[in-house]
């Protein structure tokens, strides 16, 4: 009778165990279903002054998977053969979300309302990888590798455009507590990356049309675009290279810098974008 009871107690013990162990899955399990390892997110979308100042701005709600890299065979173009080359890319997913407008202007409200809009609302990204090392840089613009994104989109297991098929008019607006998504989704792919680089910066253009009229270095006047800035380091080197050796420095944060992708390259440097203490515009 003993024995009975002592197995019975025990097999109560391992069933409430069980329980508490497998309780808290179906949220864990929720939230993977809901950010689908989409986790670096910047925290600011845009300030009041901004919105005044710009009555048609608009602000894609991006969110990013971790930076990766895959060796495969590519065809190279001049020898038409496939080598083993080393890819970094980098999967986003960009909604539009509804922004909230002044609701009146006042004397103290700023206006631009002599500067007719950039462009039609489309989504055109442009998207740099600066590494910065020694206190030298280079740039790396988004490259379009056809035979690259099929195998990426087999591994991610959804179908990314590269920047020239994403091209497009902006989708509907979805509203933060909206139970489906207008989302659309990208895929920006480099090869040749030196592999020594240590640290390196993402320059993403094309995720709003905000933009600002100031003096340039020459006293004339310069358009500066609001560009998501997402800093990286890696302590591998060049032998034995892994995705897992990417870490963001931070989170992704918003800055105006120029259309020319050297003149940002020199004002990243000038603003020390890659420094510790670097806070969020």
Same mark, same amino acid.
């Not at 986003?92 to 004397?107: A, I, M, Q, T």
């Not at 792919?189 to 094309?206: E, H, K, Q, R």
């Not at 302590?235 to 892994?242: I, K, L, R, S, V």
């Given at each position: ?80 053969? !496939? %080598?083993? #080359? =080393?890819?970094?890319? $980098? *999967? ?127 006293? !004339? %006047?310069? #358009? =500066?675009?609001?560009? $998501? *800035? ?52």
């Amino acid at each position: 009778m003993r024995q009975l009871l002592k197995r019975s107690a025990l097999t109560t013990f391992i069933c409430s165990c069980l329980a508490l162990l497998t309780g808290g899955m179906p949220a864990q399990a929720q939230e993977n279903k809901l950010t689908r390892g989409f986790t670096i997110k910047p925290d600011l979308t845009a300030t009041g002054e901004e919105r005044a100042t710009q009555k048609s701005l608009w602000v894609l709600d991006a969110t990013f998977k971790p930076m990766r890299m895959i060796r495969m065979d590519l065809t190279n173009p001049k020898t038409g053969k !496939k %080598e083993k #080359t =080393l890819v970094w890319y $980098l *999967v986003y997913k960009c909604v539009l979300r509804p922004l909230e407008r002044p609701g009146s202007s006042n004397d103290l409200t700023p206006q631009n309302a002599e500067v007719p809009p950039l462009g039609p609302s489309l989504f055109v990204p442009e998207v740099v990888l600066i590494t910065n090392d020694n206190g030298q840089q280079t740039s790396y613009p988004n490259q379009i590798v056809p035979e690259a994104e099929v195998i990426i989109n087999k591994r991610e297991r959804r179908q990314f455009k590269n920047a020239v098929d994403i091209i497009g008019e902006l989708p509907p607006e979805t509203a933060a507590d909206a139970k489906s998504e207008n989302a659309i989704y990208g895929v920006c792919v480099w090869t040749g990356i030196d592999p020594n680089t240590d640290y390196f910066t993402i320059l993403f253009y094309g995720l709003s049309n905000g933009y600002k009229k100031v003096e340039g270095p020459d006293g !004339k %006047e310069m #358009t =500066l675009r609001k560009v $998501l *800035v997402q800093q990286y380091w890696r302590p591998g080197d060049q032998f034995g290279q892994q995705e897992q050796e990417f870490r963001p420095k931070g989170s992704p944060f918003w800055q105006y810098l120029p259309d020319d992708p050297e003149q940002a390259a020199e004002m990243e440097k000038k603003l020390n974008l890659n420094a510790a203490e670097q806070k969020q515009p």
